[in-house]
């Protein structure tokens, strides 16, 4: 099922996409269901059914294209978590762009950095351009796994039976700021505010199948671009997106598994000649 957040007059609603692409909000489809994602999620596998077999027959909400869409999660407990150099052909095309001293041949294990509570918008909202710091704005869009079932230290292996479901993520990031400033720490040029904008809505993990062989598509001033599918691009082992291994996750918690190709799936500073960026998830 596809489950969404807009803003409704009375605040925002958690809801189903129904198959008229009309929204539903849940709290009037489920008796005692939340009106918000993060409680719909903390709720569990019980309620996830009751509203997964009422969203089977569920018509005649408010059309998609009349409202605002936010975030599925508009405001997170704790900043985004996000993998880079998780694709083999990402981090080769990555390389004339480094820093000095980053690493010219793919690291064992994939880099991590977070992105900021602030930094997330919803589906076609707009990007803050950073052109008083620097007009280094660049974009990776990428696939983001929903945490459903909570967990301390998931083995890889078991990372994708605690997703909920999947959205789509776009990586904005002031890419100076991210490699030269500060030691080379990612976080502030991956962090600034509007920088993760998410949606249109999440697919739940059920429906959406083996989320490995995704493609997902790209928009630049030029117009769509396409084929920014993992299975055709060098996938590394540690792609499940969801940081195995480490620490716990809560229901709502969000990780990025990174970009697969740069220059088809985002990334376009690293296009001749740049292309700009339109902010849409």
Same mark, same amino acid.
């Not at 990776?140 to 796994?145: D, K, Q, T």
């Given at each position: ?41 903390? !709720? ?55 820093? !000095? ?17 602030? !930094? ?38 078991? !990372? ?18 991210? $490699? ?51 299975? $055709? ?14 620490? $716990? ?7 990025? $598994? ?24």
């Amino acid at each position: 099922m596809r489950l969404a957040t807009f803003q409704s007059p009375t605040g925002p609603q958690a809801a189903v996409v129904a198959s008229d692409e009309t929204l539903v909000p849940v709290a009037g489809l489920v008796a005692g269901a939340p009106s918000d994602m993060l409680g719909l999620i903390d !709720a569990g596998p019980g309620l996830w059914d009751r509203i997964r077999a009422a969203a089977s027959s569920a018509r005649g909400g408010t059309p998609v294209r009349t409202v605002r869409l936010l975030a599925p999660i508009p405001r997170p407990r704790r900043n985004v978590l996000c993998v880079g150099w998780n694709y083999v052909e990402h981090f080769e095309e990555g390389k004339s762009m480094r820093a !000095a001293g980053a690493p010219q041949d793919m690291p064992k294990h994939p880099a991590f950095f977070s992105k900021q509570p602030n !930094a997330v918008i919803g589906h076609g909202a707009e990007v803050w351009y950073s052109g008083h710091v620097s007009p280094q704005l660049d974009w990776e869009v990428e696939l983001a796994a929903i945490i459903g079932a909570s967990g301390r230290d998931i083995p890889e292996s078991e !990372a994708l039976k605690h997703v909920f479901g999947y959205t789509v993520g776009n990586d904005v990031s002031v890419r100076d700021v991210q $490699r030269d400033w500060h030691g080379g720490q990612w976080f502030k040029g991956k962090s600034f505010d509007t920088s993760c904008p998410l949606g249109p809505w999440i697919v739940t993990a059920d429906e959406l199948g083996d989320q490995r062989d995704l493609g997902r598509d790209g928009l630049g001033a030029g117009g769509r671009d396409h084929d920014g599918h993992p299975a $055709r691009r060098g996938r590394r082992p540690q792609a499940t997106g969801v940081p195995a291994g480490w620490g $716990r996750y809560g229901g709502g918690d969000r990780a990025d $598994r990174g970009a697969p190709q740069r220059h088809r799936a985002g990334a376009y500073a690293g296009v001749t000649p740049p292309t700009s960026v339109i902010a849409r998830a």
